[in-house]
């Protein structure tokens, strides 16, 4: 509804004009244009040098000195970074890993001595590549080399070299001899041997890194995968959070980006983890007493009585004594019978179900043999140890016999030999390739494959080297023989051990897997409770004082978004029902009640961090985001440097008045704040919505900007977007001027007695604007002690001088021609020239245009009512306000 207000443009003002506001039109001076542009200039340069100073400080004081630069080609940790990070080489490592921890186990299960080289060649592949992978870490990740995972790295790849057949049977294997005496030397050699297999747990630290880095991958995936469907819809209804919102009420508090302290603290538990479980497993077979030397075993006291009896016999000569040695030679033999041993049960009648024989051990006895230095005298030996034929089959009688017998059942049974095997037994004591140095002569109960009845053999072992060192164990007379009579000759005794090798083995993988579940599971377990109560709170608060710094007027943002995870929580809260046990819990008293829960300090300070940002923000303003983030990017004091040099900016300004504000401060007193802020709210409010801010209040006026250029967030704005400004400036106080005149809060005050008696019955809340574009420095106006963030520059008392020039007009708006030069046609066609004057501060002539607007004939909007708002209903306004917001630019 338009009004007429003016005079018709292009006038000169009239001695009703105010000498101090507008004065007759002076001749430009010479070069005025150019000395004012030079200056613009001069300001632009000295305000962007100014900030790139500042920014260069901010980041040297967070970053510190730059590094030095490297010899290496900058392409080089580029390309190796992609490499170790690329799927195809993770997935490779990943096998070789897997392989490096169960090859060696799964060689000694499934494959023989032949097929060892098959098991070292991928050994070799998996010490190439996970060198590869350590050169190319050390080049392509920061803070790797040297680093406690590049150790390990090194260490478990230095100790596949162990599993090298050829170079385990050398460093580890202890001499047959050696190990058949009991030597100190062979017990080392066998605590050296059982800890080279438990060294193996080193390589368990590859697996819990990638172990780690999916399980953060995963974590981040889902983190951005949330996010962005994290999208508030606006509603009546209380319902105002979905299911993902509720599901990300639970990822809020572990930001993406792991922070420094969060990495160092992961680290150094994953690092206490690993070498408390390395350090037990290193040391704990040193402290375990070998289960050996617990009692002596039926094969070395076997041996020592075969040794006996043999001595017996060739000294007496006589046929007891060798008698005795042959029964004593044999009953050694089918005690430990190796193939009663692979049977699927012992041979006992039906009715022993418990019967005991050689199945019930994991070694047996293959190859019975001397060994010696001198080959004459070991032939001698040979000969006189051999048995004869009706030895043999006299004990296959007897142990038939007992078979059948019922009362003899129950006693140990030695089970029956091949009768391929038997004749071996009676036949010549062969040669076997033995050490250098020594000779050997014997039988072997396993020459050959074949399957005969329930008895098979798979694979044939004519000598003892045909099985690993792992796989077979030499027993030799150890009681009464003298060191230079064993080293002439002894008997051997040589065991296969391949059945508990297989168990050991696959006990090993089993230990392997648990260990890499529990070192996975722990290391990252142990951290849960640390993340949750202090690393990702604080995580949290790093990011909201990234924000803050990057952007400081995003303080009030970040309140709502933490407002709103509140709200989710409080909502999962009300829907999850509770438990019957909890329920008999909170009965007894043995469980909190629900608002009894402690809150946690790190929870109080983040909270307390999201206010103080959002009062730096309200205090501070638009025009204080400079000096905010000036000193928090500032991280190498604690200083704090207030007095920043300010900054050039185009902006339109805006200034209000209240019209009779000394007569309503006269009249209301102590509740003239509460009129003030009510008339803030509502310039506030509308200035925000049309993208402006709010800078300075000052008891009746208030000014307000529009920034078209000048910083980062705005720099090169295009004539759309600065005609899309202008035109919401002119909108936002058409605006104010409506809601001032149609709120039922200040129509409240028309009919104040006081106010009535001193400007009349008709009296009303009223506003009077200004608008005028130009150039001012934006920064802090004050000392050490007290600072203000504003805008100063003569555009702004221009503006203040338009708005004042209401009141000689007769107007509530007045728009400088420089805003009406730059906004839109349509809109500058609502606009009215009323005149042409040179304001106080501007030594060029313009002219003041007018919005006719009828005020008088606004009606007053009905009132709401009583209402209690709450935190959840200002949560709300705020977030439809911030939609509509953000529709103007799109209108």
């Not at 889902?222 to 639970?250: L, S, T």
Request: net charge neutral; aromatic share 8%; with cysteine.
């Amino acid at each position: 509804q338009l009004l007429s207000l003016g005079r018709p443009g292009n006038m000169q003002t009239t001695g009703k004009a105010d000498s101090n506001i507008v004065s007759p039109l002076p001749v430009e001076p010479h070069g005025g244009k150019e000395a004012n542009a030079g200056h613009q200039l001069s300001l632009n340069n000295n305000a962007g040098d100014q900030k790139q100073k500042r920014r260069t400080s901010g980041e040297g004081g967070a970053k510190g000195k730059p590094k030095n630069k490297s010899w290496l080609h900058p392409n080089i940790p580029k390309v190796a970074r992609v490499i170790v990070e690329h799927k195809i080489f993770t997935v490779l490592t990943t096998l070789l890993t897997v392989y490096a921890l169960l090859g060696d186990d799964i060689r000694l299960i499934f494959l023989t001595l032949e097929e060892d080289d098959i098991c070292n060649a991928m050994t070799l592949i998996c010490i190439v590549v996970f060198a590869l992978e350590v050169l190319l870490s050390t080049f392509g990740k920061d803070d790797y080399a040297f680093s406690f995972f590049f150790t390990l790295d090194v260490l478990s790849t230095v100790t596949l070299v162990l599993d090298l057949t050829w170079i385990a049977n050398t460093v580890l294997s202890p001499s047959e001899d050696e190990e058949a005496a009991g030597s100190s030397m062979s017990d080392s050699a066998k605590i050296s041997a059982r800890s080279s297999r438990v060294v193996r747990v080193l390589r368990l630290v590859r697996i819990i890194k990638l172990y780690k880095a999916v399980y953060e991958a995963n974590q981040l995936r889902r983190m951005k995968e949330e996010q962005q469907k994290r999208e508030y819809q606006p509603g009546n209804d209380d319902e105002i959070f979905d299911e993902v919102e509720v599901r990300q009420a639970n990822l809020t508090k572990a930001p993406g980006k792991e922070s420094r302290v969060g990495k160092k603290l992961s680290e150094l538990t994953t690092r206490r983890v690993i070498g408390l479980v390395i350090v037990m497993m290193l040391v704990l077979p040193y402290l375990k007493v070998e289960e050996s030397l617990q009692f002596p075993s039926s094969a070395a006291y076997g041996a020592d009585l075969i040794n006996k009896a043999f001595i017996e016999y060739t000294s007496s000569n006589s046929t007891r004594a060798r008698t005795t040695y042959e029964r004593a030679l044999l009953q050694y033999i089918y005690y430990h019978n190796w193939y009663t041993g692979h049977m699927t049960k012992c041979p006992a009648p039906d009715d022993f179900e418990h019967a005991s024989c050689s199945r019930s051990f994991h070694s047996h006895v293959f190859w019975v043999g001397v060994v010696g230095k001198n080959e004459s005298d070991l032939v001698a030996k040979a000969a006189n140890a051999e048995v004869t034929q009706e030895a043999v089959e006299q004990f296959e009688s007897e142990i038939d016999e007992r078979k059948s017998s019922a009362d003899k059942a129950w006693l140990y049974l030695f089970g029956n030999l091949p009768q391929k095997v038997q004749s071996v037994l009676w036949s010549s004591w062969d040669p076997c390739p033995a050490p250098s140095g020594t000779q050997r002569r014997g039988f072997s109960l396993i020459p050959e494959e074949f399957a005969e009845g329930d008895y098979k053999v798979n694979y044939a072992v004519k000598c003892p080297e045909r099985l690993r060192p792992l796989e077979r164990k030499k027993y030799a007379p150890r009681l009464n023989v003298k060191k230079d009579v064993f080293e002439d000759w002894h008997f051997a005794f040589y065991f296969d051990l391949r059945p508990f090798v297989q168990d050991e083995a696959t006990n090993n993988i089993w230990t392997t897997v648990f260990v890499c579940f529990a070192l996975s599971v722990v290391s990252i377990g142990f951290t849960n409770d640390a993340n949750r109560l202090v690393l990702y709170p604080v995580e949290s608060m790093i990011a909201k004082v990234e924000t803050i710094r990057a952007n400081p007027l995003a303080a009030m943002k970040v309140a709502d978004e933490e407002f709103k995870v509140e709200e989710i929580n409080r909502v999962k809260a009300a829907k999850r029902e509770k438990t019957k046990l909890q329920v008999v819990k909170e009965m007894v008293g043995c469980a909190s009640q629900e608002g009894a829960t402690e809150i946690m300090e790190t929870v109080i300070l983040e909270k307390t961090i999201i206010k103080l940002g959002s009062l730096l923000a309200l205090g501070f303003g638009e025009a204080g985001a400079n000096i905010i983030e000036h000193n928090m990017h500032g991280v190498d004091s604690a200083c704090v440097d207030a007095m920043v040099e300010g900054t050039r900016v185009e902006c339109i300004i805006g200034a209000a008045r209240i019209r009779d504000f000394s007569t309503a401060t006269e009249v209301l007193q102590a509740k003239v704040m509460t009129f003030v802020n009510q008339i803030a709210e509502i310039v506030h409010g509308v200035v925000d919505e049309f993208h402006g801010a709010a800078n300075k209040n000052n008891g009746d006026t208030f000014l307000m900007v529009w920034r078209v250029s000048g910083g980062e967030s705005q720099a090169g704005q295009n004539e759309s977007k600065v005609a899309k400004l202008a035109d919401m400036s002119m909108l936002a106080f058409t605006r104010i001027l409506g809601a001032i005149h149609r709120t039922p809060v200040l129509a409240s005050y028309r009919g104040h007695p006081g106010l009535q008696q001193r400007l009349g019955k008709n009296c009303r809340v009223n506003l009077s604007s200004g608008l005028h574009y130009g150039w001012a420095i934006e920064g802090a106006v004050g000392s050490e002690f007290k600072i203000d963030a504003s805008y100063l520059s003569p555009n702004v008392s221009i503006a203040e001088s338009v708005e004042r020039a209401t009141q000689i007009y007769g107007v509530s708006l007045l728009v400088a021609e420089s805003v009406v030069a730059i906004c839109s046609p349509s809109v500058a066609a609502k606009c009215r020239r009323i005149d042409r004057v040179i304001i106080t501060g501007s030594i060029n002539p313009m002219d003041l245009y007018v919005i006719d607007l009828d005020h008088l004939s606004l009606t007053v909007e009905p009132p709401l009512g009583p209402q209690r708002w709450t935190n959840r209903d200002r949560f709300k306004v705020r977030q439809f306000l911030e939609m509509e917001k953000e529709a103007k630019k799109g209108e």
